[in-house]
């Protein structure tokens, strides 16, 4: 069954061994099962066509972080396949129930990211709500050997109203290739006001914190939280996270690697999320109740977002980000 659609979680499972798993609690991607390979030309041709209404690519041939147009689609070597293994870490100690967000995988922070910065947000808890709202299943947008697909969807209510009041529709679409998840949010303003937000994927990618590489963000200027919001500039041909990192590279380019060497090398690239954070606690981590014993070891979060400035749509107005993870 390639759409799994459970009470609490979806499955979407690829016939050549990947799956996904999103939780309705925050629409949380809580694993993404990939084989690793060497063959893999390009999926982000299909990825994009089943984003984009009506099958038109808005921005096929110009996006910025070269995410490729219709036509590159996919060129697998199956042949070249290991058998797939866990690309996202979930910590032991996670709430899966509701009761709070998701320590791992892939949460959506919407509509802020970090602590509410402005007084119109200040009811907002730190990375918004969205990442704490229970989505509903929307829709099976593909089931094929090509790609699974699968939407979903979270509307303002009168719970979300306690706390922002404007309204909005999100639509949250999940895609997954052989090698490759994709996850696309748009955002609907579905009232007359402006709506004004930031968004992020906090990405948490499952290997060896002490070796872990992220590149290219030399020359990048980056929000340096661990000393209180110190501005810098990136000097490091590649980042590591083996002292306590919490910084927001801000425009950052919109592509990145992330390696655990030698054997895991992950490309992400997205649209309209030009920031990127890269975040590992090491020791402070045993701070958070939800963490595992040493679990900062086993993981880096690298998280595209749009959260150095504020998205502001007019009413009726929509907008979407994206990002393409591709195992290497
Ligand atoms: C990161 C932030 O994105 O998320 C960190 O940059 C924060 O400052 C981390 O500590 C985890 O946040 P939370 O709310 O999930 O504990």
Redesign the pocket.
Known sequence: MPVDIQPDRVVLRHPAGASTTVLLYGATVISWIAPSHSGLASTSGLTERLDTPGGVPATASHDAAGIAPLGAAAQFKSSDAAPPSERLFVSSLASLDGTK?V?GGI?ICWPI??PPSRDEYKGLK??GFARSSVWSYGETVLDAAEGVSARFVLQNSAETEKVFPQPFKLVYTVTLAEHQLTTSLRVYNTGAQPLTFQA?L?NYFRGDAAVAQVQPLKGIGYVD?VRDGARDTEQRDTVDVRQYT?R?YETAGGAYTLSFPPSTHLSIKTHNLPDV?V?N?QETGSG?ADMEPGGWERYV?V?PGYVARFVSLPGGGEWWGQQVLTVL
């Open positions: 967000p320590r949460p990211f970090g730190q990375h992020l906090h939280k919490d927001v954070t975040w606690p958070m979060c998280e």
